[in-house]
């Protein structure tokens, strides 16, 4: 697990999209998983500004999204279909063929989950996750207490998850209570993970997958087994690691020792 903390958000966003342009230019049939909310937009911005300058082809790009509602139309606004659509796959050149997001109105909803697994497998995996993280320690849709080994899934969304998915549902709105993810052991299997996280509120959520104990009752910090994860992180989410000033340190001098690779 890589620690790298960015004076802003937009510089962690940037860096982010970058990562991703360069593992599709040098794999243009790459496989992405893509995470919804507030925290990916900016990348999704960046990548279609990209495409616009004609920098990225994402013509055999196959893409496998996180989750979505459970009984939500694609077309309803609060949808993951939506958002993906508004944010990205509306804006670049994206075969619809290779887009996989959850089928929220599945009628066999475990049916639905091991089919989505089977398309990950058949797609050879997935090249790079991207991850927000919720205030509980979740990635995905796993909440606490959620299996460290999980698969694809419908889960029960705890009470301040609903609460914080609120604000994307009109006021007379029921946020769902369930959700079908992909699990974490689905997660564990990308070969490289990029985490994002922005503000003080995901502060004491980083501290805690970063530099406690890997339990269930923090998923995301299963993150620490996994052998390509990078955290990006502004300053206010790096503000609770004991450890800040090491990290940066670590970071500062390994792009030094790069930079004069890159010059012999």
């Known amino acids: 697990m890589e620690i790298i903390i960015f004076k802003d958000s937009a510089s962690a ?12 230019s040098g794999r243009p049939d790459a496989v992405l998983g893509l995470a919804t909310g507030g925290t990916p937009v900016p990348i999704y911005e960046e990548l279609a500004r990209k495409y616009q300058r ?11 999204n996180l989750d979505e509602y459970w009984g939500l139309s694609p077309i309803h606004p609060a949808s993951y279909h939506y958002f993906m659509n508004q944010h990205l796959f509306s804006r670049v050149n994206l075969d619809p063929a290779r887009i996989h997001i959850p089928n929220g109105l599945a009628m066999d909803a475990s049916q639905e989950c091991l089919q989505y697994e089977r398309q990950i ?18 990635v995905g849709f796993n909440e606490p207490s959620s299996s460290l080994s999980s698969r694809t899934r419908i889960k029960t969304l705890i009470s301040r998850t609903r609460e914080d998915n609120k604000r994307f549902f009109k006021e007379d709105e029921e946020v769902p209570f369930h959700v079908l993810t ?3 052991g689905t997660i564990m299997d990308a070969k490289s993970i990029l985490l994002l996280a922005f503000g003080k509120g995901k502060a004491e959520a980083i501290a805690r997958t970063v530099e406690g104990p890997v339990s269930a009752r923090i998923p995301a910090s299963i993150l620490q087994m996994h052998p390509k994860t ?3 992180l502004d300053e206010e989410a790096a503000s609770c690691l004991e450890l800040r000033d090491y990290y940066q340190y670590v970071y500062e001098n390994k792009t030094k020792a790069d930079r004069i690779s890159q010059d012999k």
């Open 13 to 24: 966003s940037l860096y982010a999209a970058n990562e991703i342009t360069n593992l599709i």
């Open 230 to 232: 990078k955290i990006l």
């Open 121 to 138: 497998a058949e797609a050879g995996g997935i090249d790079l996750q991207i991850l927000g993280i919720g205030g509980e320690g979740h």
């Open 182 to 184: 992909m699990g974490v």
């Open 54 to 64: 004609q920098e990225l082809d994402f013509s055999k790009v196959t893409t496998f």
